[in-house]
């Protein structure tokens, strides 16, 4: 994406993702990056020494690594470590962006964190009095209550001035989670609501010539299910086959699964899209703005994981 004189198309622009440290929030990251945009990369795990701050996952990626990944795809990543749970650190992360940048132009919202809380395939369908409560109420604190501490305290940074965009990050769109039950109660809850988040606040942002949406993903290949599937992006398809003993193979669906650049490329699409507003309260697929934007995942293919699982 680049403007006519070739330079990329949100370069000046300033983003904030909120929860940027793997998987989408760092794909979209990457994508804003490629489009030459300013991103502030937020999220719990951190290689600065000593640092207490630690996400639910024991896993090795950082907020400093995706920053760095911006800025080699052409923005200016900064790395930011945030906890979304804690309002006064969401309070700071505003009046430093105040400080050093004046406003948002695009806020996203993919603040998780609950994968393993949320548990395995076969932890799903229990109905709600045989799930553990406390891991159910902090996936809610977790999917939804994050979302909220940050739109309160970083929406004014965005309505300073017409033509902001919030994304808001979830599994499934408002009309099949309407219709589909999602995994167990507390997961199922949590997306539905981020979905009518995106319509509460687009709603609120109207006057303001602003924009809101939901946006989710297909099937991501995020760090977390490569290693499920014991692969990589470059081999990632080799978990299709057939591998013998203690090589878990996916099913035939993984086909259809897309790379975290891919629903990047679809925020960033919509970023520079000076029409933006006509997906005001939308809920939306990265497959389905794939075919209105024409972008493609990293492989130059436009998965569509949303029609897979709608024809299943």
Same mark, same amino acid.
């Given at each position: 994406m680049t403007d006519e004189g070739g330079e990329p198309s949100l370069r000046g622009r300033v983003a904030v993702v909120a929860g940027a440290t793997r998987g989408a929030g760092r794909g979209i990251a990457a994508a804003l990056g490629e489009a030459g945009a300013t991103?502030?990369?937020?999220?719990?795990?951190?290689?600065r020494p000593g640092a207490s701050s630690r996400s639910d996952y024991d896993r090795p990626?950082?907020?400093?690594?995706?920053?760095?990944l911006v800025t080699r795809l052409g923005g200016l990543g900064v790395p930011k470590v945030v906890d979304h749970l804690d309002p006064a650190q969401v309070e700071r992360l505003a009046d430093e962006i105040r400080q050093d940048h004046g406003r948002i132009d695009v806020l996203v919202n993919d603040i998780w964190g609950a994968e393993v809380l949320k548990g395995g395939p076969s932890q799903w369908n229990k109905p709600i009095w045989e799930h553990d409560l406390q891991k159910g109420l902090r996936i809610l604190r977790l999917g939804l209550e994050t979302h909220l501490i940050t739109s309160h305290h970083l929406l004014p940074l965005l309505v300073s001035q017409p033509g902001g965009?919030?994304?808001?990050?979830?599994?499934?769109?408002?009309?099949?989670?309407?219709?589909?039950?999602?995994? *167990?109660?507390?997961?199922?809850? $949590?997306?539905? =609501? %981020?979905n009518r988040l995106a319509f509460s606040q687009g709603h609120e942002l109207a006057p303001c010539g602003c924009t809101a949406l939901a946006i989710t993903p297909g099937w991501?290949?995020?760090?977390?299910?490569?290693?499920?599937?014991?692969?990589?992006?470059?081999?990632?398809?080799?978990?299709?086959?057939?591998?013998?003993?203690?090589?878990?193979?996916?099913?035939?669906?993984?086909?259809? *699964?897309?790379?975290?650049?891919? $629903?990047?490329? =679809? %925020?960033?699409?919509?970023?520079?899209?000076?029409?933006?507003?006509?997906?005001?309260?939308a809920s939306l697929t990265a497959s389905e703005l794939a075919r209105c934007y024409g972008f493609t995942d990293t492989d130059g293919s436009q998965p569509d994981a949303w029609r897979h699982i709608s024809e299943a």
């Open positions: 991103v502030i990369c937020t999220g719990r795990s951190t290689r990626e950082t907020i400093e690594e995706t920053a760095e965009l919030l994304v808001e990050v979830t599994d499934g769109t408002a009309s099949y989670n309407a219709t589909h039950y999602r995994i *167990s109660v507390f997961y199922d809850l $949590v997306k539905v =609501a %981020v991501l290949r995020s760090e977390m299910m490569l290693d499920n599937f014991a692969v990589t992006e470059a081999d990632w398809r080799d978990a299709l086959t057939d591998r013998g003993p203690g090589r878990p193979q996916a099913p035939p669906g993984f086909a259809a *699964s897309e790379s975290p650049r891919y $629903v990047g490329r =679809a %925020v960033a699409a919509l970023a520079s899209d000076p029409a933006r507003s006509r997906w005001n309260q």
